[in-house]
């Protein structure tokens, strides 16, 4: 009867056990100059700048200034950076960015990565030249396993889980209204119309290891991988030039009542074990 009296603690700890998801890192990239966004982010390969909206300008349409809804932006070349966490994620999480390009035929990519920035999984947002997949390129979810960080030509290119999917959103912002050619500097641009950074969310489910990808509002992709379970940076690709903004990443964690009443409770479990089992 005293060891049923103890079990009846433990399962009563673990039901008051209640988890939510917590925002635990978010950058909107509202840095006043590159000297600021660099004390955040670790730049392993290639340079990254900070962009403000009356510099934008696509490559291929000189003199054009849209004004994208953020203040600023991170512009990343042929580079590679990253951002710590703070913390160590093991369990669900959430992972969402705004992102656009500023060519085609590139390939810009985000990852949560382990400490050693080695494993982990991402999202790819590759492009063709103006004429494929209807000038929005493809989306991918990528299970990175790279031995170094540092390698621009085989960052992000890990294994590919599950299919691409053809994106809805122009690359570059502007609409193609006709293709002279299949590069970019020859394709005919509606550049009365800009069409904002897209909004891309990948989420990861720890005990069934289903990872999904939404485009803004809509499931685009869903796989399952369950190879890594560590993730403690935050780890953008660019390519000539990718343009980041909005980075969060939500994570599930016990709530603060729930922690303190599980310190009580393992006290009591503690008596329990010491006393009543006696």
Known sequence: MRKNKCIIIVTAVLMSLSVTANVIYSNGMNYANNAALRTDWTTVYGEITVQQNASFGAAGLA???????????????????????????TGDWSLSVKMLHNNYGRGHGIFLLNEAGTQGYGIMWTGGNVSQYGGKGTYTIRAFNNPTHNNHSTFGAGNVIG????????????????????????ATFDTSTWNDFVELTLTWEAETGIL???????????????SYSSFSRVYIRGNNNGFFDDIVVTAAVPEAGTIGLFLISGAGLFISRHFLTR
Do not use: C, K, R
Request: charge should be negative.
């Open 212 to 226: 999904t990808l939404f485009e803004g509002a809509n499931q685009i992709i869903q796989v399952t991988d369950t």
């Open 63 to 89: 003199g054009q200034t849209p004004s994208p809804a953020s203040g600023s932006f991170m512009s990343a070349g042929n580079a590679i950076a990253y951002d710590s966490l703070g913390t160590t994620v």
């Open 163 to 186: 299919s691409s999917v053809n994106g809805s959103h122009w690359l570059t912002g502007y609409e193609v209204t006709a293709t002279s050619g299949t590069d970019q500097d020859n």
